[in-house]
């Protein structure tokens, strides 16, 4: 008897083990033809603008400057485009003419369709940033190397890679286990590397690839053979199935602690002042979360706010920070109506039905209007979708102003920002550090500032650490609002509005 149930609930170990092995392999899949979907749609832009370019007369005076423009701001991935003379840059949507001429950046690859590639071209004027730069013919366009990456989902350990038929070469891995991977299978959509089995997709017939394998095995509770070991876990009790559960179930250890610290009163907020650039005037501040452990360590926003948008926690995350701005400021707010608290957000809040209802009740209950809370939502997440414009319409006609945070590092395109129209964008302080170092004078600001002035958007500066930068920003956009430490660091509640 006990031998027979010990080889049922081995049958049964193995039957679960063994689907939950071909689950991976399928999500892993699906994630990955997601990937090469936005692949497509970065070329076929990339292919229509070479086009475009090509097209044009060979010229470089303020029409085709102004075209040349016009390709880069309405496109959704592209962020610069360049005209050749005989190989020679002479024309560029940033700068105008180019004169001299400037050599193209050298060749790394040819891709299949016979697209001239270059990898990790510096973008000029943002430090650490790479392009990508795609040729054809006497034209030449640029995408910002990470639009590849972001494309990718964060579950997968994966490896992005330019196959031209003859070698397999890894641009960007987030896994060692990828590392020194040489070449791809023929026709095969699957790969072994070093022991692991992973998913391979290409655009073409291997020109960009990606490798991809689940980072996590999928848990037996989210599992879609879920009710076939129902089935099976019936009939060999309970137990069984859940030591098997949680040995395979993934460990959501950051998130739990959050919760934990959320409840233990180990998180607060803080409040970055917001000046106007021309006056210097407080209009208002930015929510900051900071997490002190029990053991009196800090942990990094950055990591636990994307641990949070992975693990379906940034609501509850957003939820106390709006609480803790009307329990901390409420009094302010409302002796201040001018006076404005941006709180970061996710597009998973603004696309959660409950979250507008949410704030509005929160905001009526503590008798303010809902100009005191902005919302930022940082450019990286706003990736998509029809959907996610509505939603940003609904908040804003609830009164409450949109800020796109970090702007101009990633896909900033004008017909993008249009299409999500928001009220503002802050832009990115990679910027100030791109003017602190004097050597990177062509910086791309002053194409950001003549786009947002087009669309009418605020503007506010972030990072401004030194009255130069001030002074820069000051001369080329009077009305923008500024944030930094030289107005003013992190603040608790009861210093902000002390002086
Ligand atoms: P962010 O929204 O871009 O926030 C600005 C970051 O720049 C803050 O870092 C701030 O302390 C820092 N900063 C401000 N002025 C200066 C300056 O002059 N120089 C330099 N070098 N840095 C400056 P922090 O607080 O570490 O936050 C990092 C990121 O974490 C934020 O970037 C935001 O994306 C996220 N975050 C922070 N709090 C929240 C929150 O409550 N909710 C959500 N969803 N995200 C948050
Ligand atoms: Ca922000």
Redesign the pocket.
């Known amino acids: 008897m006990s031998a027979g149930a010990l080889l049922a609930v081995g049958l049964c170990l193995g039957f679960g083990a063994l689907s939950l092995q071909r689950e991976r392999a399928a999500r892993a899949g699906e994630l990955a033809d997601r990937y090469v979907e936005t692949a497509r749609l970065i070329n076929d832009e990339v292919g229509e603008r070479l086009e475009l370019i090509n097209a044009m007369p060979a010229a470089c005076g303020p029409e085709e400057v102004a075209a040349l423009r016009a390709l880069v701001l309405s496109a959704r991935f592209i962020k610069t485009a360049v005209r050749l003379d005989d190989g020679r840059v002479v024309c560029s949507s940033v700068g105008g003419p180019v004169d001299p001429p400037a050599e193209a950046p050298r060749v790394d690859l040819i891709g299949r369709n016979g697209r001239r590639i270059s990898l990790a071209v510096p973008q000029p004027g943002v430090p650490g940033s790479r392009l990508m730069v795609f040729r054809e013919g006497e034209a030449m366009v640029s995408v910002h190397g990470r639009a590849f990456v972001d494309a990718v989902d964060p579950r997968l350990d994966f490896a992005l890679v330019v196959d031209n038929g003859e070698a397999a070469r890894v641009m960007f891995t987030n896994t060692a286990s990828l590392q020194g991977l040489e070449r791809l299978p023929r026709g095969e959509s699957a790969l072994t590397f070093n022991g692991r089995s992973y998913e391979v997709r290409c655009t073409l017939p291997y020109t960009g690839c990606i490798v991809a394998d689940l980072r996590e095995s999928p848990s037996l509770w989210d599992s879609r053979t879920l009710p076939e070991m129902i089935g099976l876990g019936l009939l060999l009790g309970l137990t069984g199935g859940f030591a098997f559960s949680a040995f395979l179930g993934r460990s959501r250890s950051l998130s739990r602690q959050l919760m934990l610290a959320m409840r233990g009163g180990e998180l607060r907020?803080?409040y970055?002042p917001i000046v106007r650039l021309s006056d210097r005037r407080r209009v208002g501040a930015?929510?900051?979360?900071?997490w002190t452990d029990a053991t009196g360590k800090r942990v990094?926003?950055?990591a636990f706010?994307s641990e949070?948008?992975r693990n379906g926690m940034?609501g509850q995350?957003?939820r106390?920070?709006i609480s803790r701005v009307l329990e901390d400021l409420g009094d302010e707010l409302r002796r201040r109506p001018d006076f404005q608290v941006t709180?970061?957000?996710?597009a998973d809040?603004l696309l959660d039905g409950g979250f507008l209802p949410y704030l509005s009740a929160r905001l009526q209950a503590a008798r303010l209007p809902a100009c005191s809370i902005g919302l930022?939502l940082?450019e990286r997440t706003t990736d998509n979708s029809r959907e996610l414009s509505r939603a940003i319409a609904r908040v804003r006609e609830a009164g409450h102003k949109v800020y796109i945070?970090?702007f101009g590092t990633d896909y900033s395109s004008l017909s993008y920002l249009s299409r999500l129209r928001v009220d503002a964008i802050?832009i990115?302080?990679t910027f100030?550090?791109a003017l602190h170092d004097q050597s990177d004078q062509d910086t791309i600001a002053p194409q950001i500032v003549v786009m947002a002035e087009v669309l009418g958007l605020t503007m506010v500066v972030?990072?401004?650490?030194e009255e130069q930068q001030a002074a820069y920003f000051h001369t080329l956009a009077p009305d923008a609002l500024a944030?930094?430490?030289?107005?003013g660091?992190?603040l608790d509640a009861r210093q902000l509005f002390m002086s």
């Open positions: 907020v803080v970055q930015e929510a900051l979360l900071r990094s926003p950055d706010i949070a948008e940034i995350v957003t106390f920070v709180v970061n957000v996710s809040d930022e940082t945070d970090d802050k990115n302080r100030m550090q972030e990072g401004v650490e944030q930094g430490w030289l107005f660091k992190p």
